[in-house]
């Protein structure tokens, strides 16, 4: 059996800290070693504990949560950030990836899908919610790429196995900051088959995320 992915949590309602560490347990690999109320208990706590992940919320008494992930930083070093909150502010994603979160989720998110982001995240990899890949796009648009480990702008090139019509259309979809239901919506098809085809996509561009493909189609459009 793996050695299990240790978590901390910060938020401020002991409730949701409750929920989420019955949630989380129920996955073998997902191990909470920690929680704090707020960000001056998480930055005692946390250096003693250096979790893998840190599940942050924004919305915390005396500082924002994304104010406090450079202070988090520097007391774990190692530590993974993920933002977990119901902000859809743009500003603030834009604010939470240029700190250094490797993740923005919100917390309407699915419990498997979170402890794959938890997953993702522990082997480096940057997380975005789907609803939040439009005001992605318009950070790195307006702002410029925010800085690691928010994946830069990938070069243009013309994959060798050329995107059939209907995945164009999906990943226009995606570089729109479209989830799945909205692209099935949108282009009448089953959700289950927008994943597919998300799929696809990724293997023929040679990405490894959705965040990835948001921003090559959006560079590729920008160049057109």
Do not use: C, W
């Not at 561009?205 to 948001?214: E, P, T």
């Amino acid at each position: 059996m793996p050695t299990p992915i240790t978590l901390f949590l910060i938020d401020d309602h002991t409730l949701l800290r409750r929920g989420l560490v019955a949630l989380l347990g129920q996955h073998a690999d997902l191990r909470v070693v920690g929680e704090a109320g707020d960000a001056g208990e998480a930055l005692r706590l946390v250096p003693q504990l250096a979790p893998q992940v840190i599940l942050l919320d924004n919305h915390l008494p005396g500082v924002r949560g994304v104010d406090a992930i450079v202070g988090l930083r520097e007391a774990s070093p190692a530590s993974r950030i993920l933002m977990l909150t119901v902000s859809e502010d743009g500003d603030d994603l834009a604010t939470a990836l240029r700190h250094g979160a490797h993740g923005y989720l919100l917390k309407t998110i699915d419990g498997e899908l979170l402890a794959e982001a938890i997953r993702r995240a522990a082997r480096g990899e940057p997380v975005v919610s789907p609803e939040m890949m439009g005001k992605l796009i318009a950070a790195f648009q307006v702002q410029g790429a925010p800085e690691a480990p928010a994946p830069a702008p990938l070069p243009v090139e013309e994959p060798q196995t050329p995107l059939s019509p209907r995945e164009e259309e999906v990943l226009r979809e995606i570089a729109r900051g479209a989830s799945n239901k909205e692209i099935a919506r949108t282009l009448d098809i089953a959700e289950t088959t927008v994943k597919i085809h998300v799929q696809h996509i990724l293997r023929k561009l040679g990405l490894s995320s959705r965040v990835q493909a948001a921003v090559y189609a959006s560079d590729r459009q920008r160049q057109e």
